[in-house]
């Protein structure tokens, strides 16, 4: 236990300022004239989550999570592709996880005290921790559900005590 | 004039090929590799005129692979491409000899700033 507890990023990063960010990356990234739109619309049933840690005065993960058809159809505006191109597995992995790792960047840059940026990592999205330590943008791409959501590490669990009662 | 783009990212290294052809840099030859150790054998084998490089990879970092080239001796000319750009990373970058560091997001103007001088 420190002795001064790290702030929730509820009072380090507002939404305008994750919105920004994003506004940024979307078109360098995504595509010219796209945009992430902090709309909210009905979320998927099945989604993805693809994320960056981040390791520092404040730890936690920035993930970005969609529909696989999303992930599919944002990694082939990444990729400029054109039928009868078609982008596999990896290509997806490997976009939905850039696009985690520059937003993850331009936070952990914006965020006091210096901090270190894991590697991208996909899958189902890491477990966060207090709820006051969640910021997240729910939104859209092109009418597709899509979050961005910057979360604290969850708390890691209680060593288990393997003293045998007397 | 031969370019060694470097990133763990095939995604990303296909952005940043994409960037300096639109940024106008697009009758040179681009040669790729996935993280620093392999950036630091293909600058010995190749011997790229310029070297654009990722920060965070696997295996060896790009700040690892800069200072391993002087180390070795080699001055060929290096920067960085990397999602994060913080005073304290552009100062490391430069105290190990990088010419630049680009921060992504960028787009062609971006690496016209940076490249124009360093690129003939």
Known sequence: MTLQEAQPITTLLDTRTVQSIADEVWPSLVGDGEAFVPVPVPPPGDVVSAWVDIIGPWTGSVVVTCAPATAEALTESVLMTRPPTVVDAEDVADALGELANVLGGNIKSVLPGESRLGLPQMGVAPPHGRLDDVRSLVGQWRGNFLTITVQGAAPAPHAERDEVPL | ?120
Request: aromatic share 6%; net charge negative; glycine share 8%.
């Open chain 2, 1 to 120: 004039m031969k370019i060694l783009v470097t990133d763990d990212s095939r995604v990303m290294r296909q952005i940043v090929i994409r960037t300096l052809r639109q940024a106008g840099y697009d009758d040179h030859d681009i040669i790729q590799a996935e993280n620093g150790r392999e950036a630091f054998e293909m600058v010995g084998a190749e011997k790229p005129d310029l070297v654009l490089s990722d920060w965070n990879m696997p295996e060896m970092t790009g700040i690892e692979c800069l200072e391993a080239l002087r180390a070795a001796g080699s001055q060929v000319p290096f920067g960085f491409v990397t999602s994060e750009g913080s005073p304290e990373m552009r100062e490391k970058a430069a105290n190990a000899g990088a010419i630049f560091l680009i921060a992504k997001p960028f787009n062609e103007d971006t690496f016209k700033d940076a490249l124009d001088g360093v690129i003939a």
